[in-house]
């Protein structure tokens, strides 16, 4: 109850801030009128920079915003919202010049007055922001170098367009005016300088040394990380955090990965990764004793958020790491609530924590269902892809009051969901993590 409170808190101010810039427009005394297609035009542009600005707030990762939706879904918000604000500022030149033609004129760098060439090449920043965002895979932009774009180009955008703002300076005359926007403009600078400055100096106070690094099955392997004068990190099973590796915590390189240890032991941190691209396919020449930072614990993806009487698990490849988080913790806690997994791998070779779930199901009342797509000859158990079928055979005859918990691919994430959705199971029932925010 508490976090739907806050979560409606949140929206309200976030509606509250977005609108403000237009209602102070009313205050005091209004500068002379320049028809309707002129002023919805700048209100268009002032709502989707306050947007803009809110942003920096949205994508800071600050707990108490974050907490009452999931840090997934805040980013999907992020995305979405961007998209909306980016066509209300474009709108902004487009009315007007639809408006008055002879306006366009002023897109010429060369004779328009400086306050204007500085919102176009505000808008351009805007462009190259929102283009490289949606279409980053397709123009073969590395994630590294997107993220540098990404944050350099909305810093620049912002601030030109504040610039232009200024020049133009014709709603925003009066000091009243002035100072919200300046007061604006603060708030989104202070948002950067937590994210960039506060919580990485906070990170370098609470650093943590790989005390080993495992072979798993399945390409992966497991970090073993050792706070370093502290006492770790509190998480909840199947959360998550932003993991730097022998740089600084000010480095802009930084990777999610899911805990996989058990959250009773917050001094002995486990996360497990796949090898997949340019960073995590070096995660096994990680030499001991190598210092490693963590902003976290994030996510919603948890056994701890809501009480069921039990549990149904569905785990694609390496979408197991939460649920070994979750399982781990429910064992140290002697949780006997009843739990099945369903677990996707290609081989039973390749399907990473298989002994360690055997060795589980003598702790918890735990049934695991392997489902292998590329089974050796003499495998007897479930093959293909997890779906309606082979859910429907295993669910426990509680199915009713489970809470089911899938971590995979997004393309299974959608099956799935469709797949007990036809078996009955009520949606609120479901939480997903998915491993690809971008
Ligand atoms: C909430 C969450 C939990 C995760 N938990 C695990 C886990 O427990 N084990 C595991 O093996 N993987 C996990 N992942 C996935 C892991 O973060 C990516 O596989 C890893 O960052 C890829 O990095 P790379 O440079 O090796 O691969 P690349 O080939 O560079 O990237 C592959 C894809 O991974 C994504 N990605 C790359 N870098 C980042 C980054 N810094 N931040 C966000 N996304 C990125 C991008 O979509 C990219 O296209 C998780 C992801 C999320 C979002």
Known sequence: MRHIWRGAFWIALYLLLIIAPLFVLLIGQAPPGRG???EFSVGLGFAGLSMMGLQFF????????????????????HRQIAIIAFFFILLHPVILISSSPSTLVLLNPLTAPWWITIGTGGLLAFIIVIVTSLYRIEMGIIFEHWRIIHGYMSVVAVAFSMTHIAGVSYYVQEPVKRWLWISMVIGWILALLYVRIVKPISMLRRPYLIENVIKERGDSWTLALKPHGHKGMNFKPGQFAWLT?????????????????????????????????????????????????????????????????????IAGGVGITPIISILRTMADRNDLRPVVLFYQSKTLEGTTFREELENLKKRLNLQVIHILSQ?????????????????AKYLPSTRMDCEYLVCGPQPMQMALKEALEKLGISL???QSESFNFV
């Open 58 to 77: 949205l994508t800071g990762r600050f707990r108490h915003i974050t907490s009452p939706y999931g840090i997934d879904v805040v980013y999907h918000f």
């Open 428 to 430: 609120e029932r479901v």
């Open 36 to 38: 309707f297609w002129r």
């Open 245 to 313: 590796i022998g740089k600084s915590p000010f480095a802009i390189r930084e990777h999610p990965f899911s805990f996989s240890s058990s959250a009773m032991n917050p001094g002995q941190i486990e996360m497990t990764i796949k090898e997949l691209g340019d960073f995590t396919s070096k995660i096994g020449e990680v030499a001991r004793g190598t210092r490693a930072f963590m902003d976290g614990p994030y996510g919603t993806f948890t056994i701890d958020h809501y009480r069921s009487s039990g549990y149904v698990f």
């Open 375 to 391: 089974p050796a000859d003499d495998w007897e158990g479930e093959t293909g892809r997890i779906n309606e079928k082979v859910i």
